[in-house]
Structures are given as structure tokens and as C-alpha cells.
């Protein structure tokens, strides 16, 4: 199968060689090299099994994470990348684990429960047994409304297994999603026009300093409370009350659980909490709903860690030559959340960059511009870590840092497993050309070509980060596969989950695209002071971290 598929790939490819890019130079013997080391000696798989089965999964603050990163700049280095380091940023709260963690209904059943513990939570003291109580909140409460309908509850809530809110009823999907979208889907994005906003003829002037972050409004009774406001509120009654353990339904198809966070970031906040999957859940719910007593034991071990306060962000490089001072940077994101080993999410991510350094330093490549590989933590908290790092390295374009000029590129993948099928730069329409006509030769590896975007707008995933600075981020537009489906922040977010074909192709287009961009006379265009789009007016501020709602884009597609 692999063998036959290598012959197919080697057709296509002397095929696609009669072909010659309209104006770019593109190396063509080079990239010839990197397919033959992108497929013969690829390591991406090894990569990614070390980052999901041994330090998976690797939440933002945790050891895991922070050993992911130490290892990683050993194994760069050990593939002739320079300079590997951790670079510190302040994430400002302690990390969280999970440990272990158990749940049964020991009456008047007895089985086993699948769930996740929320992120951020406390454990339990030990193994702890209760009866089930169903809660049913209140439509878009007050705080009022919430603590008058919370109060009566105070004495029964003590000592119990609190479920809260009916099960949602997951319908079953009769018309599946495609997992590969076709050439004609894809060409529609790439042709569509430029998301973004007009040249920025007024734009406000920026603050010197970031400024310090706004507190979180204090809702008034009559405003209904936002859902933070909400969860922060039932929680506390909860831990006031005694309540042993909090239950949340995952409210997804075949036992699929998304766990995030409590949104304060602290256990002393929150009851020992879990997310169960719907199936259980809704078992549960049914049998105290007949008038049956419902007997649940959990036992659940969570740790914080203080150090966690600081994370990193992971960096290495292979020096340039005639214009090292010039930088090409690739990316994705290192920390995951917890549910599953994190791998398409965005493991994969990282072992893909990684690999294409690799397959660069293997290939003999001497980049003319420095080239660095960037893994970043904080991601799942709100871009916090690629935030930080273009902070403090870059500025913005309103007020850059010397480093802002010479920037030519920044490189992310973080949409699944899915091969790359074009790119989104952010940059007046040349950018888009260099890059298509870059790519151009490399159609049979899935890659189609590549799009613009004028928009700063912050969100999605790292590369944001960067056009929010006026700097070229380029994000990969991928093939679906299951990532919204099924592994997206989920408890099947695992090694398992991996295309090998898929991951090996993205390796050797982003080695291809980012050879390209360290070779060429000129650097990537960039928008020029009259073009450059405005920054988003919200995004004037220090970025705040989105407890409930993950930062990762829903949908796949970038403009
Ligand atoms: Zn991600």
C-alpha cells in the first residue's frame, strides 16, 4: 500500500515538473529532495507518538507540557536546529492535572461512568459516595433570579451528586460531513475575496503599553448574567453548600466528552466537577426521574502546580546565511487540553513544523533568512503564548520593534490531521501570488494554492497573532477529516486519530513554502503603511483569556 502509493506520488510529481512557476524562481531540485526525505525517512509519526503518548496530555501550566518542550528542543537539535530555548511568558495562574479518577453508579445499578474531570477543579477527599440530584437552571437568569431559585435548595444540595440541567438529546446525524473537500471547493476559498477591513486611515492611536486588563463587569440584578457569571455563581453555592461533586453533561454522539474549564481558574472556586458523557448522563437523569435513589461514588486526585504561573513558549532555529537576520517562522500550538492526548490538536501541529525543519537540515537546505520553529502554549486560553511572543519580539505595525521589519512569514498549522490544501496570508494580493506560484508544483501532495486576508482581526488560531501586528501570519487551510466531528477538544483526540499520508504530505509543502520564502531576493510583500487594514477597535487591549469558550475557531476554513 505505502509502496504504491510512493510510485503514484513520484508520477504526479515528474508530471507536475513540466510545469514551471509564472515568475517566482522556485527551486525545484530542492524541493525534489524534500519529498524524497519527507516520504523515505519521515519522523513525524515518531514525533507525534512522543508528544501524545508519553507527555500528552499537555495543558497550559502543567509539567507535561513544560517536559514536551524540553524534549522537543533536544530532538531539534539533535537534527542540527541552533539555539533551542524555552522563552518564558507569564500565563498568571497555577497549572492543573488530572491524575486519576474514578466514577461508578453503585445503585440501583452498578457500572462503570465515563467522564472527564473539568479543568481547574478540586478532587475529591478520597472516594466519596452520594445520592443524584437533578437541577434544572432557571432560563437566563438574574443574579437574583439565580439566588432566589438557588437558595430553598441550600440544605438538600449538601452531600449530594449534583447534575446540572436536563440531557441534551443528540439526534442522530443521517447525512455525514464529507472528511475531504473537493479541488472546486477548495478553489472557491482561494478565489474568494480578501476578508478584512479598508486601509487604516484613522486608526486610533495605540497605547504605549498594553493596557492593564479591564476587570470582568459586575453584573446588577437586572441584567441576566453572562454564562461565566452564571457557572461562578452556581459554583460557589455549590462549594457553600456541600455539594459533593458537580455533574455536567458532554451533551455529544457516541460518547464523545469536551472538557475545558472552570472559568475561574481556581479550585477553591469550584466543587470536584466532571463532564459525562451523554450516554451516562442521560441513564442517570432517567432513573432519578421514574423516583429511584441514584447512588454515585467518584474518586477523583487533581493537581495544581505553582510554577505553572510561568509557561514558554519553544523556540529553535536553523541560522540563516547572507540575510540571517530576516526571519521565516512556522508554528503550532504545544498545549492541549486534557480529555484526550491532544494529538490533532495540535500535536500534530508541532510534529509537522518540526519535521519540515527537519527535512530541511536533512536535505543539506542552507536558508538564505533564519528560519524558526515555534512551539507555543497558552494557545487554548487565547492565543496566549503567540500573543506574548509577538509582544515582546515584534510589537505592532503602529509601534514596532526594531525585529517587525524584519519578519518574512509566519507559518501555522492547527486544523487536524487533514492535508494542507492552501494557504491564507495576510498581505496585499503579491504575497498570494508568491506563495500560489510557490506551491504551484506540489498539487499532487493536495495543496492548491494560496489566498489573502486583510483582516487583524485576533481569533482562530496563532497565526492571528501575528496579523493583528500588520505581520504576514499564513494559515493552513486543511481537509476536515474528523476534527469538528469527532477528536476537536475531545476525549478521542488521540494518536489514533492521525492520516500518516495526510501529515507526511503537509510536512513536505510547508518545507517547500518556507524554503521558498528564506531564499527569495526580496522578502514576502507586505502591506505598506497607506494599506495596511485598521486593528479591530476590541482589540486594542491585552487579550483576556476565554475560560468557556475554547479560542480555536470552529470552522476549519480560514479567508
Ligand atoms: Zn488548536
Redesign the pocket.
Known sequence: MRKATTVVVVALVVAAFARTAAEERVDLDMFWKFRQEGIGNSKVLETLHVLTDVYGPRMTGSPNLKAAGEWAIGQMHAWGLKQGRLEPWDFNRDGWTNERLTAHIVSPVKDALVVEALGWTPGTSGAVRGSAMQMTLPQRPTRAALTAYLEPLKASVKGKMVLVGAPQQVLVTFSKPALRRDDSDVMNTLNAAPAGGPPQQQAPAPAAQPPAATPPAQPTDEQPLNNNQLQQQLNQFLVDSGALVRINDAGRDHGQIRAFNNPAYDVAKAPPTVVMRNEDYGRIWRLAADGRTVDLEFDIVNRTHPEGRTSYNVIAEIPGTDKADEVVMLGG?LDSWHAGTGAT??AIGCAIMMEAARILTATGAKPRRTVRVALWSG??QGLLGSQAYVREHFGTVEQPKPEHAKFAGYFNV?NGTGHVRGWTVFGPPAAGTILREAVASLKDLGVMGATTTRSRQRGG?DHTSFNEAGLPGIGAIQDPIEYQTYTWHTNLDTYERIVEDDVKKTAIVVASAVYHLAMRDEPLPRFTKDEMPRRPQQQQQQPQPQPSAPA?APTPVTR
Open positions: 500550538h490538536d495540535n494557545e487554548e492547527d488560531t480555536v
